[in-house]
């Protein structure tokens, strides 16, 4: 059946043969009871591969393809188109739909990069059919060549066939999250060290830390969900009670995860009330010193004004007796002189005792 690619990649479209698939097929095994038999350089050989031996299982693993590499997978191991659809588009939030006999799985890996103190996220798509295992990677992590040596090295959980690496596949994912937390978890005691050591960039850094864990729990939650419906309907598709046991210890793994994930949330947003009130605080301290500096100003004026207006007065009565005119009684009065320095202090002293009953003084 001739497939076409989703409507955002209709326009331009290519087609490529095996030769050219192969650029992007990292891994291309058939195995029997656990143990790897073959390693084909095709799909077309991995096909040819399942048909001659009943009972095996190929697992092909992919590193970013092109739209095209991936239709010619859909059109080799009848792949939905929706699936495929999904894949080509990416960026989709961690699910698990199933189509037929066949499962999709998206996963959302996590890497925590220490230099420049951030998360990387990458996506992880994953086909199963009843013989086969896809694995579609558009990010460095998981490391899915580590994940294939693990299960290599235990033929009895490989030989369970393609749940068995699904189980591999999720443990890893969930397994790498566990650095990823560590990280955040220090990252957010040096944010509180900034917050009380009043840096002014700690709210920057807050704000960029919570959208980091704004996306970590959209890779993380859905998860919780994915593996019970795996761990519920582990019976109807044949796995067995290890098989199981596997499957709800990755589940309590993500739920620890999921659990500290929203306790960083929660730690983030608190830490963002502390510093605004942090901030007000200072900010109030500083208003208080202001005012404190005003009012001691005003009371420094109040003396100054107080003291210019008590020396105002007798300045006042000498100018006015400094004065050379003819016609002034008190220049050839025998107490006139008594009577400016008298005036002069009572006035004076008048000034004096009023400013001081006010607290001008």
């Known amino acids: ?93 961690p699910k698990a739909d199933r189509y037929g006999t066949t499962l999709f799985v998206v996963l959302r890996a996590a890497q925590y990069l220490d230099q420049p103190e951030k998360v990387a996220f990458g996506e992880l798509h994953v086909f199963l059919g009843p013989d086969f295992v896809i694995t579609v990677r558009h990010s460095e992590a998981p490391d899915l060549a580590v994940v294939r040596r ?16 699904l189980y591999a596949i999720l443990d890893a994912v969930v397994d790498g999250y566990a650095p990823v ?60 009670e290890e098989l199981q046991s596997y499957l709800r210890d990755v589940a309590d793994h993500a739920i620890v995860v999921t659990e500290r994930v929203a306790g960083f949330r929660q730690m983030l947003q608190d830490i963002l009330i502390v510093n605004s009130t942090l901030v007000s605080q200072a900010q109030n301290e500083e208003m208080t010193k202001l005012t404190a ?28 007796y400094g004065m050379n005119f003819d016609n002034m009684p008190e220049l050839h009065w025998t107490f006139g002189y008594p009577l400016a320095v008298v005036l002069m202090g009572v006035v004076c002293a008048t000034l004096y005792l009023v400013f001081k009953r006010r607290d001008w003084l």
């Not at 058939?30 to 095709?42: A, E």
């Not at 004026?301 to 105002?312: H, N």
Request: with cysteine; charged share 25%; aromatic share 6%.
């Open 1 to 93: 059946m001739k497939r076409e690619l989703a409507p955002e990649h209709s326009m331009d479209p290519r087609r490529v043969d095996d030769q050219s698939i192969k650029q992007s097929v990292i891994d291309n095994a058939i195995y029997v009871n656990g143990q790897r038999v073959d390693s084909p350089l095709s799909l077309g050989g991995a096909i040819d591969c399942l048909r001659d031996r009943p009972g095996s299982m190929a697992w092909i693993g992919l590193y970013r393809p092109e739209d095209d590499e991936l239709i010619k997978v859909a059109e080799e191991f009848s792949l939905h188109d929706l699936a495929i659809e999904d894949a080509i588009v990416a960026h989709q939030r």
């Open 150 to 165: 693990r299960m290599e090295a235990d033929p009895d959980l490989l030989r369970q066939g393609p749940q068995a690496v």
């Open 181 to 240: 937390v560590a990280g955040l978890q220090n990252d957010i005691d040096e944010i509180e060290v900034q917050v009380f050591g009043g840096d002014p960039a700690a709210p920057r850094r807050i704000y960029a830390l919570s959208r980091e864990v704004i996306e970590f729990q959209r890779a993380t939650t859905p998860l919780i969900a994915m593996l019970d419906g795996f761990i519920a309907g582990s019976p109807k598709y044949g796995a067995d």
């Open 293 to 320: 500096a005003s009012i001691a100003q005003g009371n420094e004026v109040k003396k100054i004004s107080a003291w210019a207006a008590i020396l105002f007065a007798p300045t006042l009565v000498g100018t006015i």
